[in-house]
């Protein structure tokens, strides 16, 4: 193996024991070595290396990611255009509805939770910040793939699959689409317990206006227990406010632009 090559090899195993670590909460060195089928010397000197930049710390023998990897990410998160108007929204939607209000960016075809609040009624502890998930399989993936050419969806299911998460998702390309149509023309998403099941969401895209091509900035939803997701909510109210929600940051988008 040439220079070039292991330098980019080397980068690929610290990225990899990034990943664990974020997967696994923490490991040893045993653990890296063993889940990446490296040699434990391997793995001592990657984790000692990212220990000693900072990304990673050491607890005993026991690794975990650092605070640093946190503000990277909320350094990127603060660089994107459509951030700085998201969060007023967010927490109006929580606030107003007492549930939990997330918004959703995309990147290569997968989506990752930005920003989320949640309201007083919000009963739902996961925390799904800096989470990364499919698109096909809750209402802001949806939204989002709903005002993508038909092309660039096809390039992503090419990419990524249609998995499986309940047995709600949808899993073929055909009902998707159907799907799809139905979201451009009211311009609101659902999501029927198809990525948690017990978990019901109404979303709508924040559309990129000043794209040349069709795209969205990110998607706006309000999500709750199904139990509490009676009609009225599903049919009116939500959409309403999530549709208002999605017109305000696109709005605030252009007249910062301008």
Partial sequence: MGSSEARISSVK?????????????DATTKEVAEALDISKTSAYYYLQTLSESGYVVNDDGRYSLSLRIFTLGADIR?????????????????????????????????GTYVYMSRGKNAG?????????????????GKAILSVLPKNSVREIIRDHGLPKSTENTITEKK???????????????????????????????VVDINQDNQSASGAICIACPT????????????????????????????????
Avoid at 93 to 105: C, D, I, P, V, W
Avoid at 235 to 247: I, K, S, T
């Fill in 13 to 25: 195993k610290a990225i990899n024991i990034i990943e664990l670590l974020r997967s696994n909460d």
């Fill in 78 to 110: 603060s660089r994107q255009p459509v951030y700085r108007n998201i969060c007023g929204q967010v927490n109006r939607l929580a606030n107003k509805t007492g549930e939990l209000s997330l918004f959703m960016l995309a990147e290569e075809g997968m």
């Fill in 124 to 140: 739902i502890k996961s925390d799904w910040l800096g989470n990364r998930c499919h698109l096909h399989n809750n209402a802001l």
């Fill in 175 to 205: 009902p998707l689409f159907n799907e799809l149509s139905k979201i451009r023309k009211r311009g609101v998403a659902f999501d029927h317990e198809e990525q948690i099941s017990g978990l019901q969401c109404v979303a709508a895209p």
């Fill in 227 to 258: 139990s509490r997701m009676d009609r009225d909510r599903r049919n009116e109210e939500f959409p309403r406010l999530v549709q208002d929600a999605a017109n305000v940051i696109q709005l605030n988008q252009v007249s910062e632009e301008r």
